[in-house]
């Protein structure tokens, strides 16, 4: 009985431990104010914003090349987009490291450029 005990507890172990956790796959939103990483955090693509009623401020947006610091080097800026037309574009393309967005509210992923507003081609 001992034996089976010891058996059936190695066993749960063994299953605890060899599950893992999935990766979670890249999303076709962001939520909001962040710096977000193409193909882990965020998919490429077509993605579309509100913009801010804040018209004082505007929409801030950034394709990196390179993520380092607090990502205000201009250098790793590949295009960018301050703007208080609404709705607010951009494409992220695969080869982008990483999008920041400040103020533009929550993006999502459309399916293909829309014929007006900011885009970042």
């Known amino acids: 009985m001992r034996m089976l005990v010891i058996a059936g507890a190695m066993a749960s172990a063994a299953t605890l431990f060899g599950a893992g956790t999935a990766a979670a796959e890249p999303a076709d939103v962001m939520p909001g104010d962040g710096l977000y990483m193409v193909g882990v955090d965020i998919l490429p ?9 804040d018209l004082a401020y505007g929409c801030d947006w950034r394709r990196l090349w390179k ?14 987009n301050f703007t208080r037309l609404s709705p607010v574009r951009a494409v992220i393309k695969p080869t982008d490291v990483a999008f920041k967005t400040v103020s533009c509210g929550a993006w999502r992923r459309v399916a293909q450029p829309p014929p007006t507003g900011s885009a970042g081609f």
């Open 45 to 53: 693509g077509v993605w579309e914003a509100p913009g801010t009623p």
């Open 67 to 80: 993520v380092e610091g607090d990502n205000t080097n201009m250098q790793y800026i590949i295009g960018n």
